[in-house]
T-cell receptor, first 116, second 116 residues
Framework: ETGVTQSPTHLIKTRGQQVTLRCSSQ?????VSWYQQALGQGPQFIFQ???????GRGNFPPRFSGLQFPNYSSELNVNALELDDSALYLC???????????????FGQGTRLTVV | AQTVTQSQPEMSVQEAETVTLSCTYD???????LFWYKQPPSRQMILVIR????KQQNATENRFSVNFQKAAKSFSLKISDSQLGDTAMYFC?????WGAGNMLTFGGGTRLMVKP
């Protein structure tokens, strides 16, 4: 177990709806990243938050947004859901400025989102 | 932008034998990290092994070792004495750092089946 927890584990939404996914980072980790993993593919970077600010973004539209809270927990919000948003959403936490030998991202078990 | 390529979508190996999974990457960065992650059916990404690009020595972790060829941009994973529990998807990943941020770029994955 990595100490990163995500909720819910599964979710079904209708096209056009909005969804919020949640992540609790590993204790002491101040950086959280979100990844989208479509079926049969590798994860793709959505964005990263550091100290409650977005600190990097992948090739995802603005309807994908996030929040990071003072306790370093995080949310991923997706508006106007599309069928192609169906995927496993993974949260990963890491420690900013970690010593080189400790550089690592710890993943949660993911939220499986199905858009119908 | 970084790209990571895993050319073997599926592989199988007999229990107790050795298997090598291939990974190549492309980047203009000079300082980076490379990882192999395992994703079993439980969906959680589990770190298998890590390699710092500035280190010439290949990383080893028990039955897992890598062959890191920086000039060739190659990063293969060798699993010795394969066990049934090694059955999973394996992802090669490249980590780029910027300031306080980091981002993983994943390959498409290799599905490994260990046969009894």
């Amino acid at each position: 177990e990595t100490g990163v927890t995500q909720s819910p584990t599964h979710l079904i939404k209708t096209r056009g709806q909005q969804v919020t996914l949640r992540c609790s980072s590993q204790s002491g980790h101040n950086t959280v990243s979100w990844y989208q993993q479509a079926l049969g593919q590798g994860p793709q970077f959505i964005f990263q938050y550091y100290r409650e600010e977005e600190n990097g973004r992948g090739n995802f539209p603005p309807r994908f947004s996030g929040l990071q809270f003072p306790n370093y927990s995080s949310e991923l919000n997706v508006n106007a859901l599309e069928l192609d948003d169906s995927a496993l959403y993974l949260c990963a936490s890491s420690l900013e400025m970690a010593p080189r030998e400790n550089t690592e991202a710890f993943f949660g078990q993911g939220t499986r989102l199905t858009v119908v | 932008a970084q790209t990571v390529t895993q050319s073997q979508p599926e592989m199988s190996v007999q229990e107790a034998e050795t298997v090598t999974l291939s990974c190549t990457y492309d980047t203009s960065e000079s300082n980076y990290y490379l990882f192999w992650y395992k994703q079993p059916p439980s969906r959680q990404m589990i770190l298998v092994i890590r390699q710092e690009a500035y280190k010439q020595q290949n990383a080893t972790e028990n039955r897992f070792s890598v062959n890191f060829q920086k000039a060739a941009k190659s990063f293969s994973l060798k699993i010795s004495d394969s066990q049934l529990g090694d059955t999973a998807m394996y992802f090669c990943a490249f980590m780029k750092h910027w300031g306080a941020g980091n981002m993983l770029t994943f390959g498409g994955g290799t599905r490994l089946m260990v046969k009894p």
